[in-house]
């Protein structure tokens, strides 16, 4: 039985802080590409953070870059995101998602939890 469960989300000011988790069981996350997806109201999906499993390096849309850091600790079989520097912009639906390769294509994850809201809001 697969699952991969996502905890974390809620309302922030600009300028917090969040860490989103995604705790997987019945597969091993460190066998897999991770990535974090966000889904902005009535838009696709779109890629936030990748590691990919293809040359194991990390990768973030520009949107992010430097605020977000994507991470996971393979003992307790979890990925997190953490978010700083946040903005009203950065308010969707997070995903994370686990797939063999990894990229920016949400077609190409396997597994995907099942959502967390973020609002950053004054």
């Known amino acids: 039985q697969l699952q991969f469960v996502e905890s974390g989300g809620g309302l922030v000011q600009p300028g917090g802080s969040l860490r989103l988790s995604c705790a997987a069981s019945?597969?091993?996350?460190?066998?897999?590409?991770i990535a974090w997806f966000r889904q902005f109201p009535g838009q696709e999906r779109e890629g936030v953070a990748c590691?990919?499993?293809?040359?194991?390096?990390?990768y973030y849309a520009e949107s992010v870059k430097g605020r977000f850091t994507i991470s996971r600790d393979n003992a307790k079989n979890t990925m997190y995101l953490q978010m700083n520097s946040l903005k009203p912009e950065d308010t969707a639906v997070y995903y994370c998602?686990?797939?063999?390769?990894?990229?920016?294509?949400?077609?190409?994850?396997?597994?995907w939890g099942q959502g967390t809201q973020v609002t950053v809001s004054s």
């Open positions: 998602a686990a797939g063999p390769l990894g990229g920016w294509r949400p077609t190409w994850y396997n597994y």
């Open positions: 019945g597969f091993t996350l460190d066998d897999y590409a």
């Open positions: 590691i990919s499993k293809v040359d194991g390096q990390t």
